[in-house]
């Protein structure tokens, strides 16, 4: 009696399984690279080191062809994702979740990173502002309003010099506006130069010089004013400081909450489109979001070099206009997304859209809400 030849086991050095190999977990025979009763993939995890780097790089540049293929049309056609989707299409394209996810995370960086190298602009109507100064102590004090956050940026030790040189323009633009409407009332500036100062303001500088960099103010005439600019300095300052402690503690919590939102804003979609599965009103969510988070991106992106280019009127004024255009085309969008991918008459998807939004914005106010004060109590 024969015995019958046992299948030739998995090299588990080779590259590929040999013919009539079984399947490592199940032992199920396998027909391709994957098992077709429980789904592990013939993979050798003892392969060598070229191979390995090889198929590390494959599944790198893999992603970024899907990618790019899932990114242009998110942002310029709406719907398209969602739609190919729902009709099978779907190895092409990055998987809505993670995509959303990617997407989020580079907006919450992006926004945190514009927060904190974006540099203070001088108010538009600083010269009218000024202008308005009835006597010295009011142009001081508007003087020091508007060069606190300057000066705060330029205390920084990390910052920039194309940043510091910028802002010291910014202050000198300040200081020059403060200095003409002083010369207009006929007044010297409330800040005296520092050879003015006497000798024990020198040893003992004011508070208004040492946390601002600005001038001293002289305490021997102004005194008064000189206790009142402290104090609202501080003030200023602390809250300055309390105000971005909060904005950064609420980007912290912004990825977990848009976690919790995106079942919910499938559930408000269910509401109002009760035919359709859960699961489509899911990767509409998914879909509409993530949209969302890569125009902000782009926002950002285009708010950045328009400050940057601040010098550059015609380049900094077509960026301004064109960060305005990225923001008028999420409303645009959403709404062609909604009549598309529902297939709505345009008076039904407007009053549901509207609709919608109103309920959405309700429900992410909430939630803002809830993260702020979180964020305040811890």
């Not at 205390?155 to 940043?163: C, E, H």
Request: proline share 7%; glycine share 6%; hydrophobic share 45%.
């Amino acid at each position: 009696m024969s015995e019958h030849p046992q299948p030739e086991p998995t090299d588990p050095m080779g590259e590929h399984h040999a013919e009539g190999a079984r399947c490592a977990n199940c032992g199920t025979p396998l027909q391709g690279p994957w098992c077709h009763h429980c789904g592990q993939e013939v993979h050798d995890p003892f392969k060598r080191f070229r191979g390995a780097v090889g198929e590390t790089l494959e599944n790198v540049f893999h992603f970024d062809a899907r990618l790019s293929r899932t990114l242009i049309p998110l942002f310029l056609r709406p719907g398209f994702l969602t739609r190919e989707y729902t009709a099978g299409r779907r190895v092409r394209y990055v998987a809505p979740l993670r995509l959303m996810f990617f997407l989020a995370i580079l907006a919450f960086l992006a926004i945190q990173l514009s927060v904190e190298i974006t540099p203070p602009q001088v108010h538009v109507g600083a010269q009218q502002a000024f202008a308005q100064a009835p006597n010295a102590a009011s142009v001081e004090r508007l003087r020091l309003r508007l060069d606190g956050p300057l000066a705060r940026s330029l205390a920084q030790p990390d910052l920039p010099a194309w940043s510091r040189a910028f802002l010291l323009k910014q202050k000198e633009k300040i200081d020059r506006a403060a200095q003409d409407r002083l010369t207009q009332l006929g007044q010297q500036p409330v800040h005296a130069p520092a050879r003015a100062q006497p000798a024990h303001s020198r040893a003992s500088p004011d508070i208004s010089s040492t946390m601002t960099g600005l001038p001293h103010v002289d305490k021997g005439s102004h005194g008064w004013l000189s206790d009142h600019l402290r104090q609202g300095f501080q003030e200023d300052f602390s809250s300055a400081n309390a105000a971005r402690r909060v904005l950064y503690a609420v980007l912290h919590q912004l990825p977990l909450t848009m976690l919790v939102l995106m079942p919910l804003f499938a559930l408000l979609l269910k509401l109002f489109f009760p035919r359709r599965l859960y699961m489509e009103h899911l990767l509409v969510a998914l879909h509409s979001h993530a949209f969302v988070f890569l125009d902000l991106i782009l926002i950002v992106i285009l708010g950045q070099l328009a400050s940057w280019s601040a010098s550059v009127g015609p380049l900094a004024t077509a960026l301004g206009w064109m960060s305005v255009a990225a923001g008028w085309w999420i409303p645009i969008y959403l709404l062609l997304m909604q009549k598309g991918v529902y297939q709505q008459r345009w008076p039904v998807a407007a009053v549901s859209y509207l609709g919608i939004g109103v309920l959405y914005i309700i429900m992410l106010s909430a939630a803002l809400a809830i993260v702020l004060g979180i964020s305040v109590w811890h």
